[in-house]
Nanobody, 122 residues
Framework: QVHLEESGGGLVQAGGSLRLSCAAS????????MGWFRQVPGKEREFVAT????????DYDDSVKGRFTISRDNAKNTVYLQMNSLKPEDTAVYYC???????????????WGQGTQVTVSS
């Protein structure tokens, strides 16, 4: 089992920045690709960003490219999502996930955190 706990969410004005963190415990963190997803009420959970086990590869949804950056510190068992130039449409609950396969599909991830709320005011 891998336990994931997100932090860093909150309320920010449009154009501002937030940095989300996701701390992992349990099995060896570096054995897992990590991803960030987000969800708003009434909609499906959608892909935001992913990072490979070593951190050498990353990928982003087109809606966040150039604004968000995913990174990881395997020594600290933590993955990050730096969010800049935030927009009201970025408002959602953000979830981190761990899985054996790097990618954008939810099915690639076996473990999920409880989520952290990000609210961007206009």
């Amino acid at each position: 089992q891998v336990h994931l706990e997100e932090s860093g969410g909150g309320l920010v004005q449009a154009g501002g920045s937030l940095r989300l963190s996701c701390a992992a415990s349990g099995r060896t963190f570096s054995n897992y690709a990590m991803g960030w997803f987000r969800q708003v009420p009434g909609k499906e959970r959608e892909f935001v960003a992913t990072i490979s086990k070593s951190g050498g590869r990353t990928d982003y949804d087109d809606s966040v490219k150039g604004r968000f950056t995913i990174s990881r510190d395997n020594a600290k068992n933590t993955v990050y999502l730096q969010m800049n130039s935030l927009k009201p449409e970025d408002t959602a609950v953000y979830y981190c996930a761990a899985g054996q396969m790097y990618g954008s599909r939810r099915s690639a991830y076996n473990y999920w955190g409880q989520g952290t709320q990000v609210t961007v005011s206009s």
